[in-house]
């Protein structure tokens, strides 16, 4: 199998970063049973990390804040 990577970034919904920063950390606190993710049944992936980035708005740019997902996965040869 080959190894590939992927990074998805997608924007948070104003004022939902300390509820999905908190989801996030209660998954990661119980990685055997947290209730949402079974990452044992995520047999080819190596890692996965999430990062929530904060908003930012000043005078040259107003960006959301953003969820970043990257993982690095066992994949085809093709």
Known sequence: MRQ???TVIVGIREG???DLTDLLNA????IDENGVIDFYAMSRV????????P????ATVDIEAQLVLSTNFDGPES
Do not use: S
Not at 27 to 30: A, E, F, P, S, V
Not at 55 to 58: F, G, R
């Open 46 to 53: 190596h890692f996965m990390r999430w990062v929530v980035l």
């Open 4 to 6: 590939l990577g992927m």
């Open 27 to 30: 998954i990661g606190d119980d």
């Open 16 to 18: 939902m970063e300390k």
């Open 55 to 58: 908003p930012v708005h000043d």
